[in-house]
């Protein structure tokens, strides 16, 4: 078969890149392949989450005598042990994990970068096959190379990215990663096993059709998010409305369709939990950077999420993103415009 060599892999796009920046070692696109890598080894798995009755229940032993893990720890172990044993991450914090790892070995102390991930987003809809992912965000650490990493490397606002993305495992897999130079889209050609570069300077635009809530909590949302949702769903000759309602219930697969077609997605908090349920190191400050390249925007209903200082590894927030005009018509409805 033959391989199209107008095609560009996602190694051959990031040395490109680094090739454009004077001066760069080149130590980012090397943690991104370590992020495709890993993200190619959860693929396999998330692939053949079906087969789980034959080939064995998390916590079961499989027909090799291997322990059966969960997929979000299998995609946890995958992602620090690959990032770990490569040459530009100096640790890693994630959702899986109560608190960061700070690599200690030399080659580790050297590197310039941390990673915060969530290995495997909406992992409740694994068992009826439909879209999850991961999600990743890269910083610069502020203690010194050569020491270990510490705790406010991790503690950074999101403004400080240097790169963020996410994998989507859907009916095709995707790797999406932005700097601040652009965001771009990678399908995996499961033909010669390679993400190649496939959505080219993802841009949001700037308005929609589309807007995704659990509509679930609706009398727990505020009066600012209801009367919003309320405008969503009538006819108005401001917005263009109705909007569709669509909601997948793994913010990867959502956020991703808002991002390529333009919409909004909302993670309001509710009476019960004030503060929502996603956090803001793992899910909200990656896709939030994503959003601002792409020309979109992301807010807590009130601040900016890239602006907020993260206190605690797990920290929740509310999550408001997506199209930029769409979010202008949020914020008048949340008294912030
Ligand atoms: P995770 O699987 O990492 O815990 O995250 C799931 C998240 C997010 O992907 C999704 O948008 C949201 O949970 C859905 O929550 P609700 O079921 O409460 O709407
Ligand atoms: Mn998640
Ligand atoms: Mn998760």
Same mark, same amino acid.
């Given at each position: 078969m033959n391989v199209n060599r107008k095609v560009l892999t996602l190694d051959e796009f990031t040395i490109q890149q680094v090739r454009q920046i004077p001066n760069a070692t080149g130590e980012l696109s090397t943690l991104l392949r370590d992020i495709g890598l890993a993200s190619k080894r959860i693929n396999v798995e998330v692939n053949k989450a079906g087969l789980v009755d034959i080939l064995g229940d998390a916590g079961s032993i499989n027909v090799q005598g291997e322990d059966v893990k969960k997929l979000d720890i299998y995609a946890n172990d995958q992602f620090t042990g690959v990032l770990q044993h490569?040459? %530009?991450?100096a640790g890693i914090a994630s959702e899986e994990l109560d608190d960061y790892i700070a690599f200690d070995d030399t080659e580790s102390k050297n590197s310039k970068y941390v990673c915060l991930f969530d290995p495997l987003d909406g992992s409740g809809n694994i068992d009826v096959n439909v879209s999850i992912g991961t999600i990743f965000g890269v910083y610069r650490r502020v203690t010194p190379l050569g020491t270990i990493a510490s705790k406010e490397d991790f503690l950074q606002k999101g403004t400080q990215q240097v790169a963020a993305g996410y994998i989507i495992y859907g009916s095709s897999t995707m790797l999406v990663y932005a700097t601040r130079r652009g965001v771009n889209g990678f399908t995996l050609d499961p033909s010669i096993g390679e993400f190649t570069? %496939?959505?080219?300077n993802i841009k949001c635009p700037p308005s929609g059709k589309i807007y995704s809530v659990n509509h679930g909590n609706f009398f727990q949302y505020n009066e600012g998010v209801k009367s919003y949702i309320d405008i969503c769903q009538r006819k108005n000759k401001n917005t263009g409305g109705p909007y569709t309602q669509r909601y997948i219930g793994s913010m990867v697969a959502d956020v991703h369709r808002n991002l390529v077609k333009g919409g909004i997605f909302m993670y309001p908090g509710t009476i019960d939990k004030p503060k929502g349920k996603l956090r803001l190191l793992y899910e909200c400050n990656p896709f939030a950077f994503i959003i601002e390249v792409a020309g979109g925007k992301a807010t807590d209903g009130h601040q900016r999420i890239l602006d907020i200082q993260p206190t605690e590894l797990h920290q929740r927030t509310p999550m408001f993103i997506g199209s930029k005009d769409m979010m202008g018509e949020l914020e008048k409805e949340m008294g912030n415009s």
């Open positions: 490569g040459i %530009s991450c570069l %496939s959505n080219a």
